[in-house]
């Protein structure tokens, strides 16, 4: 699923750079993206919107990095922020706030203002309570907010339950059943204008019918809104579309965007205004984590190869028991016996939860490098400093040159926001 990391001469590279050079000068473990296939995975969307009127924001909280928002906003992108911290990465990158969204549960009257006065394109409302608040914060600064309810169509996206969000019992959106008359008192609102509807029905997605369901209920709706002479401006399909990991085959963006498209001319709806948010489908398999091997630890029934990442770094595997490839920068000159032994690659933090692969048949020696797959979403964006443990480092590649995009954190780094107590 990584096109654009491949061996050369038994090296891994990352387009023309090789890995153990990368991890030679900047150490490891080490996230290293390749530009080319951020370019690729934008152009699968792209392929689909010829003749469209798409927008595609850009749901940063996969991978927030300020070059990678620099790179998506050079390229006409806006973004879907659930933070403001997540506005201020926006802002700093050189991002244009009236091409961002705002979705999230939780935004606080001082996130809401932050927004407001930035002028964003649009609020994904997700509650009653919080379109409320969000009224009056807006009538506060003698602003009009502008808005899109979230709805939650109740379709089943067949994903991880800890990533599926558009099921009547996850906490998201406001229910379909209730939307309608949302729609009609956010209406009479003074300080709300309403902008569109939207969805997000989960992630990691590899099948096309939740999909069309979720269109279908969503333009349901939309008939349902603007025969209450209520119009709806845009149309917001989320996120969610998943990626190769390992052997899921999900669809491809520009063809599910066609049959999409297709649902909604069928409908009447083929020439509105439709954005998208998608996160991990334009990062995930740009990125790989290098980590080197510190020890083999051999056991009765598991064997151990111990690295230099860990869940701090990767959480996936520890939070969602995710697997992710894991292939060696530098492959050995003999095939893989069949009876060699399989690895659980675990890291050094000090939980047994710490695992970043399991009965994986490797063949590797202490010092090896290995490098850890589809590492580009969710990966250094939900990396902590649990056991005190400095954030790796991140890198750009494109072509044959590399930009450091993150330097390591240092000790003093994480102990700065600290004082002690007299
Ligand atoms: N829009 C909204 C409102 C979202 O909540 C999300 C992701 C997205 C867009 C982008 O979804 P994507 O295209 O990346 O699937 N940490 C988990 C994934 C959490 C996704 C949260 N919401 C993981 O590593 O699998």
Same mark, same amino acid.
């Given at each position: 699923?990584?096109?654009?990391?491949?061996?050369?001469?038994?090296?891994?590279?990352?387009?023309?750079?090789?890995?153990?050079?990368?991890?030679?000068?900047?150490?490891?473990?080490?996230?290293?993206?390749?530009?080319?296939?951020?370019?690729?995975?934008?152009?699968?969307?792209?392929?689909?919107?010829?003749?469209?009127?798409?927008?595609?924001?850009?749901?940063?909280?996969?991978?927030?990095?300020?070059?990678?928002?620099?790179?998506?906003?050079?390229?006409?992108?806006?973004?879907?922020?659930?933070?403001?911290?997540?506005?201020?990465?926006?802002?700093?990158?050189?991002?244009?706030?009236?091409?961002?969204?705002?979705?999230?549960?939780?935004?606080?009257?001082?996130?809401?203002?932050?927004?407001?006065?930035?002028?964003?394109?649009?609020?994904?409302?997700?509650?009653?309570?919080?379109?409320?608040?969000?009224?009056?914060?807006?009538?506060?600064?003698?602003?009009?907010?502008?808005?899109?309810?979230?709805?939650?169509?109740?379709?089943?996206?067949?994903?991880?339950?800890?990533?599926?969000?558009? *099921?009547?019992?996850?906490?998201?959106?406001? !229910?379909?059943?209730?939307?309608?008359? %949302?729609? &009609?008192?956010? =209406?009479? #609102? $003074?300080?709300?204008?309403?902008?569109?509807?939207?969805?997000?029905?989960?992630?990691?997605?590899?099948?096309?019918?939740?999909?069309?369901?979720?269109?279908?209920?969503?333009?349901?709706?939309?008939?349902?809104?603007?025969?209450?002479?209520?119009?709806?401006?845009?149309?917001?399909?989320?996120?969610?579309?998943?990626?190769?990991?390992?052997?899921?085959?999900?669809?491809?963006?520009?063809?599910?965007?066609?049959?999409?498209?297709?649902?909604?001319?069928?409908?009447?709806?083929?020439?509105?205004?439709?954005?998208?948010?998608?996160?991990?489908?334009?990062?995930?398999?740009?990125?790989?984590?290098?980590?080197?091997?510190?020890?083999?630890?051999?056991?009765?029934?598991?064997?151990?190869?111990?690295?230099?990442?860990?869940?701090?770094? *990767?959480?996936?595997?520890?939070?969602?028991? !995710?697997?992710?490839?894991?292939?060696? %920068?530098? &492959?050995?000159? =003999?095939? #893989? $016996?069949?009876?060699?032994?399989?690895?659980?690659?675990?890291?050094?933090?000090?939980?047994?939860?710490?695992?970043?692969?399991?009965?994986?048949?490797?063949?590797?020696?202490?010092?090896?490098?290995?490098?850890?797959?589809?590492?580009?979403?969710?990966?250094?964006?939900?990396?902590?400093?649990?056991?005190?443990?400095?954030?790796?480092?991140?890198?750009?590649?494109?072509?044959?040159?590399?930009?450091?995009?993150?330097?390591?954190?240092?000790?003093?780094?994480?102990?700065?926001?600290?004082?002690?107590?007299?």
């Amino acid at each position: 699923g990584a096109p654009f990391f491949h061996y050369h001469a038994g090296e891994l590279h990352a387009e023309d750079v090789p890995l153990r050079a990368l991890a030679e000068a900047h150490g490891t473990p080490l996230f290293v993206y390749s530009q080319a296939a951020l370019q690729a995975a934008l152009d699968a969307y792209l392929a689909g919107f010829a003749g469209r009127n798409v927008a595609v924001h850009y749901a940063m909280k996969a991978n927030s990095n300020l070059s990678i928002l620099r790179f998506f906003a050079e390229r006409g992108c806006g973004f879907d922020i659930v933070s403001g911290g997540e506005l201020a990465r926006v802002l700093a990158a050189g991002g244009d706030a009236a091409k961002v969204v705002f979705s999230g549960v939780g935004k606080t009257r001082a996130e809401m203002r932050f927004a407001l006065e930035q002028g964003i394109a649009c609020f994904n409302v997700e509650s009653e309570a919080e379109l409320e608040v969000l009224n009056s914060v807006a009538a506060e600064l003698g602003l009009v907010a502008p808005v899109s309810l979230r709805v939650n169509p109740d379709v089943d996206p067949q994903t991880h339950p800890y990533i599926s969000t558009g *099921l009547k019992n996850n906490k998201f959106g406001i !229910a379909h059943d209730r939307a309608l008359g %949302v729609f &009609k008192h956010a =209406a009479t #609102l $003074p300080a709300i204008a309403i902008k569109g509807i939207d969805c997000h029905i989960g992630s990691q997605i590899t099948t096309e019918a939740p999909y069309l369901d979720a269109l279908d209920r969503l333009l349901d709706l939309v008939e349902a809104v603007e025969a209450e002479g209520i119009a709806i401006g845009h149309i917001d399909c989320g996120g969610g579309l998943g990626i190769q990991y390992r052997d899921e085959q999900p669809p491809q963006a520009g063809a599910l965007w066609q049959k999409l498209f297709a649902r909604a001319d069928a409908r009447g709806f083929g020439q509105r205004q439709f954005l998208i948010e998608p996160g991990r489908s334009l990062v995930g398999n740009a990125g790989a984590c290098v980590t080197e091997v510190l020890y083999l630890k051999p056991g009765e029934d598991k064997h151990f190869c111990i690295v230099d990442a860990a869940m701090n770094d *990767l959480p996936r595997p520890a939070m969602y028991e !995710a697997y992710h490839t894991i292939a060696p %920068v530098c &492959k050995a000159s =003999a095939p #893989l $016996p069949p009876d060699a032994p399989l690895y659980d690659v675990v890291g050094p933090v000090c939980e047994s939860g710490d695992w970043l692969g399991r009965d994986r048949a490797l063949q590797v020696a202490q010092g090896d490098l290995l490098a850890v797959f589809s590492a580009g979403a969710y990966s250094m964006s939900m990396a902590s400093n649990y056991n005190t443990r400095p954030r790796a480092a991140e890198v750009l590649v494109h072509g044959s040159t590399c930009h450091i995009i993150r330097r390591r954190e240092t000790l003093e780094d994480l102990l700065a926001a600290e004082t002690m107590k007299a």
